[in-house]
């Protein structure tokens, strides 16, 4: 996994972002983790679904930096099956995925607001 | 093997590597993997996939996340409640050395049983088991604090006292447990030295 310069991200999470941006202009802004993992395969054209492991790791990541909110979804309505983890753009989240997809330095990885400690 | 197979064992794995979290974060986790690999399967099988490929792609996304898990744990471990890890791997310490202490002695509680030529008295139990938990304890407190070498110290000093007293008592056990006390401090002085900053 690349290593993280202080106040960038990894191009993971702004991958993450950009498939979140694009649900919230879908008018879907909610998603889960293997809807997220398949819309990524898609998206790279690859076979294979990013990993369970460092999916989660770097949704909470980019939860602990303000970007994605999380929430669960109600019991109510789950039909026999788990309930899933519903992750939606922040306000914040929104701004540096719009500066991603399309700021002038986008071959250089986003800038975050702040580094949490 | 079947796709629900292998869901259960991304569902083992998630247990241990949350084990000692804090409740909350753990269950999340466990929750959320629980939905995933649940949604993966259905939508594996609602394209026509078969068993054996469903568990495979289970599989490999979870070892693909190895690294990613562990490195997780070790921050989340890292952040939360370290009074509470810290007494929990003191409590684990304590277990573990008592086991093996139990273990090794054992060994002539059995051989008196079968043997005349074993002849171990109370106080001979009580010698060995001091002398085995107190090296567990020093090995245990050497693995610790990487860098003091104190502990090494200490029980290459009981393992050279073992050796002396075994030599003087005609005893090779008391000789064989010296010399593998006092290689064992070594090899951990020298692993925990290479560790420290």
């Excluded at chain 1, 970007?67 to 306000?91: F, H, I, M, N, Q």
């Amino acid at each position: 996994m690349p290593r993280r310069k202080p106040g960038t991200l990894l191009p993971l999470e702004t991958e993450i972002l950009g498939v979140a941006l694009a649900r919230q202009r879908d008018g879907e802004p909610s998603f889960h983790g293997f809807a997220l993992a398949q819309a990524m395969r898609e998206q790279r054209g690859s076979k294979a679904l990013t990993g369970h492991g460092t999916l989660y790791k770097a949704l909470g990541r980019l939860e602990e930096f303000g970007l994605l909110a999380s929430r669960w979804e109600d019991a109510a309505g789950v039909e026999g099956r788990p309930r899933r983890r519903l992750y939606e753009l922040t306000g914040e989240g929104a701004r540096v995925a719009g500066q991603a997809a399309a700021g002038p330095a986008r071959d250089r990885p986003p800038r975050i607001a702040s580094e949490p400690a | 093997m079947t796709a629900e197979r292998m869901a259960a064992v991304v569902a083992w794995w998630a247990r241990r590597y949350t084990r000692d979290l804090p409740d909350s974060v753990a269950r999340r986790r466990i929750d959320e993997l629980e939905a995933d690999v649940h949604d993966h399967i259905a939508h594996e099988r609602a394209d026509g996939a078969g068993e054996a490929r469903i568990a495979l792609g289970i599989a490999a996304r979870m070892l693909r996340g190895l690294p990613a898990d562990a490195a997780w744990r070790r921050s989340v471990a890292r952040s939360t409640t370290p009074e509470v890890t810290r007494m929990r791997r003191t409590t684990r310490s304590l277990v573990r050395i008592g086991l093996v202490t139990a273990c090794i002695l054992l060994v002539p509680a059995v051989g008196m049983l079968v043997s005349d030529g074993v002849d171990w008295g109370v106080a001979d139990f009580v010698f060995a088991a001091l002398l085995l938990g107190g090296a567990g304890l020093l090995l245990e407190l050497a693995a610790r604090t990487p860098g003091r070498l104190v502990y090494p110290a200490a029980a290459t000093a009981i393992g050279a006292g073992a050796i002396l007293f075994g030599e003087a008592d005609d005893a090779p056990g008391l000789v064989l447990f010296g010399g593998l006390l006092i290689l064992g401090s070594a090899a951990l002085a020298f692993r925990t030295a290479q560790r420290s900053p």
